[in-house]
């Protein structure tokens, strides 16, 4: 029985044979599932050095994954893991001091992790980076090396850089040019994979004739899509079209069903933002 072998060669010491005993035990694969369990497996092996074993001990640390959420502990595993040349653990560790949630926010060591996981290879890492050129977060704004970086990750398949590319190429931000051309091509690689920023621009750009030809068709074709992807603008906007019968064929039950569907989600994120406050007033009470 493979987790038998996997039991032996833990015990030999094998910190390998720890890790896929962590993640048998925290899918129940063979043994009972227990995220208890799961994550005591990754701290044996996270103590001996293990830059897998470390990064994943710091994330249910970080989580709260069957063991108490601690930021600060869980900080200083992925940094372990990331110093231990772990490349998740070193474009996580950029996420992080980016994002300014776990620990304090740091743009300078978000572009020096993010720098060294793009050195080894990280996609993800790349389109960080870029983001940050863009910006000039964490260094010196450069608008060609950001689009650059975004374009790497674009082409390696990246949805977010494909629907970034697109929108920045339409020149609404401070220091880019608009290219038309480039923005419809990203935003149309985008819409393949359902991105709903993408349909959304692609759908406003055949509706009004800017960039792409004037088809109310081909528009509502992707205000629905936008829609399906969760876009509320574009649910917003099908809703209108389908009550006015503005290019298409006026169905005021499918319109109020549209309606329907946006009122519950801006209902549920109301929802959402009133519990967070509520914790969050505890909290500082």
């Given at each position: 029985m493979a987790t038998d072998r996997y039991y032996k060669a833990a015990n030999n010491g094998h910190l390998e044979a720890h890790v896929k005993l962590a993640q048998n035990t925290g899918l129940g694969n063979g043994v009972p599932r227990s995220e208890v369990g799961s994550v005591e497996w990754y701290k044996r092996a996270a103590d001996k050095g293990f830059s897998q074993a470390e990064y994943m001990y710091g994330l249910a640390r970080l989580?709260?994954?069957?063991?108490?959420?601690?930021?600060?502990?869980?900080?200083?595993?992925?940094?372990?893991?990331?110093?231990?040349?772990?490349?998740?653990?070193?474009?996580?560790?950029?996420?992080?001091?980016?994002?300014?949630?776990?620990?304090?926010?740091?743009?300078?060591?978000?572009?020096?992790?993010?720098?060294?996981?793009?050195?080894?290879g990280s996609a993800n890492a790349a389109v960080s980076l870029g983001n940050l050129y863009v910006d000039g977060n964490g260094t010196e704004r450069d608008i060609d090396k950001g689009l650059e970086l975004l374009t790497y990750g674009a082409k390696k398949g990246h949805l977010y850089a494909q629907g970034l590319l697109g929108n920045l190429?339409?020149?609404?931000?401070?220091?880019?040019?608009?290219?038309?051309?480039?923005?419809?091509?990203?935003?149309?690689?985008?819409?393949e994979r359902n991105h709903p920023d993408a349909l959304l621009m692609l759908a406003r750009m055949h509706d009004i004739g800017e960039h792409l030809p004037l088809d109310e068709d081909k528009a509502y074709e992707y205000y629905v899509r936008a829609s399906f992807a969760g876009s509320a603008e574009a649910q917003k906007e099908t809703a209108v079209k389908l009550m006015s019968g503005d290019g298409i064929e006026?169905?005021?039950?499918?319109?109020?069903?549209?309606?329907?569907?946006?009122?519950?989600?801006?209902?549920?994120?109301?929802?959402?933002?009133?519990?967070?406050?509520?914790?969050?007033?505890?909290?500082?009470?």
């Open positions: 989580e709260g994954y069957g063991s108490d959420k601690d930021t600060e502990e869980a900080i200083k595993w992925i940094a372990l893991a990331a110093n231990h040349n772990f490349l998740l653990a070193q474009y996580r560790l950029g996420r992080e001091y980016e994002k300014g949630v776990a620990v304090e926010q740091n743009y300078t060591q978000a572009f020096h992790w993010y720098n060294i996981a793009f050195s080894a190429y339409l020149g609404f931000q401070d220091g880019i040019n608009a290219n038309p051309e480039k923005a419809v091509y990203w935003l149309k690689k985008a819409s006026s169905r005021p039950g499918l319109a109020l069903l549209w309606y329907y569907i946006l009122e519950k989600m801006v209902t549920n994120l109301l929802s959402i933002s009133l519990m967070t406050w509520k914790v969050e007033y505890r909290k500082k009470k």
